[in-house]
């Protein structure tokens, strides 16, 4: 799935090049890159498929060479996952119904790839041997509010899921922490084609109909044009609360290796070297003074010389700059719009 | 005189770019421009010369198109004032040894343009009429210590000199201040050629000797070679040190005419209009949240977003952000010498 905007990390991510294919941590590559790197050790090339909205198809292909233009599928418009894993599913179900897949989000960190790839590989073969629905747990380290959380109903390393919870507050993150009963939702899921299909069948019939017309257009000149009109008509709405919390075939299996869904610049700031004033900052061409905690992304071959901030967020591009403290990151949509105002789309 | 380096305004400054070809202020036009206007009205374009180093001949060109190259005196290198105006009035003598001369740094701020050509014509005026020295003085309104500051003898709108006083500390400047008989050095002179010789000749006889020996090359192709010898010999003074402390016909003519030499930011701060904030902002492109008392210049067409920010200076170039509080001003230097350190002259 790599079909997101991004604007979270604006200035830096943009419309036109969202977070996935850029390399935020400064690790050399785009998260889409690692993500393909991560998976290709158990999956051959061919079988790829990145689900993108079309504006970013060539960026997909630019980011993955390894792949043909027919491994990605575009989609028209954005209607959250459950049209983008139906639009996949239904296409590899024409290739091979009794395949196993793995959904994955494109642009999260995972630190630990040998503990990953080995817990996926164990999903995959309970996957093959179990009509199961299957989600890829994180033991939780905090009390965050940001992400979903899942209640197991056993210890099992793969156990029946109890119930989904949305982004709780934070009395109630506590808990489900000091419980231990749950765990965060990774959005990252493994299953039978053929089960996905019947899910989809039975908790989203609508989206079941719309995509089983698409199948005998696949591969064809109308593929496209069928596609837009799907996604024209079909409601946007989430897995987990289309099919997830609503199956009874849900299992969950709880790892931990290092995951991050990087999705706000202060997990940016935790998941990145710090100097020894607690300082993220770019390898070359960044001078402090007086500066503490804070995080700074500059453009290739640019200097910034800082004095006397602490907690801060530097954003340098090309055509925007901005500087906004830590505690404040969300207000980074109001800067979007007010830019928008006054600016149009050109620089967003 | 645009010879200036000009440092203190780094990263808007550079070794290829100082101050007096910049629009600081954002008022549209360069500091040389601005100071070619005030005196055009007085002065016909043909009788200006200007003083710089060789390297800035091709922009102070560019910035006045009216003159022609040969009113452009080259230094190799800088010698501090007394060399350069040397060279104009040595040049100047050649010409017309009868001739007033007004000499004026082409970078400072003046914002009553009609007094201050008016004083400048009463100036004109004395030097004509008497063998004096003569510098314009502005009435102090602050206890600055970074001036220079001329003790004058009487009332007289044109006075006699009692003593200079360069820098005072605090204390020192609040006494000048109070006692109403001191005023600040602007650094503009007006004299005859002829007056300003003699007085090389008594308080400078080295620099005479070499700066006479040029005036038989000027217009020949030994120009050039002549002065690098004599810059590469001669002492690098100030006119204020080497000569008007000890010359005894010394005269200052106080005004009010809205002046400042524009030396920091904290004084670029000071001159810019601002918002209901009290942040200088450029007029377009700049957004800012919870921000005070700050400055920001940017390149064009860049937006910036701020947040969060109290009296700071946010100078973004190209290539070079700098964030400083405005008290740290000072520490600039010490911002370029690391930088210098590490990426050697490319961004100075």
Same mark, same amino acid.
């Given at each position: 799935m790599a079909g997101g905007v991004g604007t979270r990390f604006w200035p830096k991510s943009r419309q036109l090049m969202p977070k996935q294919f850029l390399d935020i941590l400064g690790t050399g590559k785009s998260f889409i890159r690692h993500t393909y790197e991560r998976f290709v050790?158990?999956?051959p090339p061919e079988n790829f498929l990145v689900?993108?909205?079309?504006?970013?198809?060539?960026?997909?292909?630019?980011?993955?060479?390894?792949?043909?233009?027919?491994?990605?599928?575009?989609?028209?418009?954005?209607?959250?996952?459950?049209?983008?894993?139906?639009?996949?599913?239904?296409?590899?179900?024409?290739?091979?119904?009794?395949?196993?897949?793995?959904?994955?989000?494109?642009?999260?960190?995972?630190?630990?790839?040998?503990?990953?790839?080995?817990?996926?590989?164990?999903?995959?073969?309970?996957?093959?041997?179990?009509d199961a629905l299957l989600t890829v747990g994180i033991k939780p380290t905090r009390p965050d509010t940001g992400y979903g959380y899942i209640q197991v109903s056993d210890s099992q390393p793969i156990s029946k899921v109890k119930c989904f919870t949305e982004k709780p507050n934070l009395e109630l993150a506590q808990t489900f922490l000091q419980c231990g009963e749950?765990?965060?939702?990774?959005?990252?899921?493994?299953?039978?084609? $053929?089960?996905?299909?019947?899910?989809? =069948?039975?908790?989203?019939?609508?989206?079941? +109909?719309?995509? !089983?017309?698409? @199948?005998?257009?696949?591969?064809?000149?109308?593929?496209?044009?069928?596609?837009?009109?799907?996604?024209?008509?079909?409601?946007?709405?989430?897995?987990?609360?289309?099919?997830?919390?609503?199956?009874? $075939?849900?299992?969950?299996?709880?790892? =931990?290796?290092?995951?991050?869904?990087?999705? +706000?610049?202060? !997990?940016?700031? @935790?998941?990145?070297?710090?100097?020894?004033?607690?300082?993220?900052?770019?390898?070359?061409?960044?001078?402090?003074?007086?500066?503490?905690?804070?995080?700074?992304?500059?453009?290739?071959?640019?200097?910034?010389?800082?004095s006397g901030l602490k907690e801060y967020i530097v954003v340098d591009t090309e055509d925007v700059l901005m500087i906004c403290p830590r505690a404040d990151e969300q207000n980074i949509k109001k800067f979007i719009d007010e830019v928008k105002f006054h600016k149009g789309d050109k620089h967003i």
């Open positions: 050790e158990l999956v689900v993108t909205n079309r504006k970013y198809k060539d960026l997909v292909l630019e980011h993955l060479p390894e792949l043909k233009p027919e491994q990605v599928l575009c989609e028209p418009i954005g209607r959250n996952t459950a049209p983008c894993i139906a639009y996949a599913a239904y296409t590899l179900q024409t290739k091979n119904p009794e395949a196993e897949m793995i959904v994955t989000p494109s642009d999260h960190l995972i630190l630990n790839e040998a503990d990953f790839r080995s817990i996926i590989g164990e999903c995959l073969v309970f996957a093959a041997e179990h749950f765990v965060w939702n990774s959005g990252i899921f493994i299953w039978k084609v $053929n089960t996905i299909i019947k899910a989809f =069948e039975r908790y989203l019939p609508e989206h079941h +109909t719309l995509f !089983s017309s698409m @199948q005998q257009t696949l591969g064809t000149e109308s593929e496209q044009s069928t596609v837009e009109k799907i996604f024209a008509e079909c409601r946007a709405i989430s897995i987990d609360y289309g099919v997830m919390e609503k199956a009874d $075939n849900v299992y969950v299996r709880c790892g =931990e290796f290092g995951w991050s869904d990087v999705g +706000t610049w202060g !997990s940016v700031y @935790q998941h990145s070297r710090k100097d020894r004033y607690a300082n993220a900052i770019p390898a070359e061409g960044c001078y402090l003074y007086d500066t503490r905690s804070s995080i700074v992304s500059l453009p290739k071959d640019k200097i910034a010389i800082i």
